[in-house]
């Protein structure tokens, strides 16, 4: 499956199936594009079926560098659903965020 393919399919279930906002569904798509723009400028030749945690682990490494904690904690929230999404339509069988930890939110 394509990138393009699976993040339009995704917010496509945001949208129907969970119902949410035109804003939320936004950030959620934005933030897999910023993941597939960071395997493009990399050049990693990988699909969202074959994508695996270390791989995730750089893209968030690079994120830490120029985001907040809680942006990136909303990012990794945002990631973990999608690949969760991909288990659930059987295009995966694992969830290669399942072991990543957000940054810890201060109050």
Same mark, same amino acid.
């Given at each position: 499956m394509k990138w393009e393919t699976a993040i339009s399919d995704y917010t496509y279930y945001l949208r129907i199936e969970r119902g949410l906002s035109k804003n939320s *569904?936004?950030?959620y798509r934005r933030d897999l594009e910023k993941l597939h723009q960071y395997l493009i400028k990399h050049? *990693?030749?990988t699909?969202?079926?074959k994508i695996d945690e270390e791989l995730l682990q750089g893209f968030i490494y690079e994120l830490a560098k120029t985001l907040q904690a809680r942006s990136q904690?909303? *990012?990794i929230s945002? =990631? +973990?659903g999608f690949f969760g999404y991909l288990i659930f339509e059987e295009y995966r069988k694992d969830n290669p965020m399942e072991l990543i930890e957000a940054? +810890? =939110?201060g109050r």
């Open positions: *569904i936004d950030s050049e *990693i030749n699909t969202p079926e904690a909303r *990012i945002g =990631l +973990k940054p +810890k =939110l």
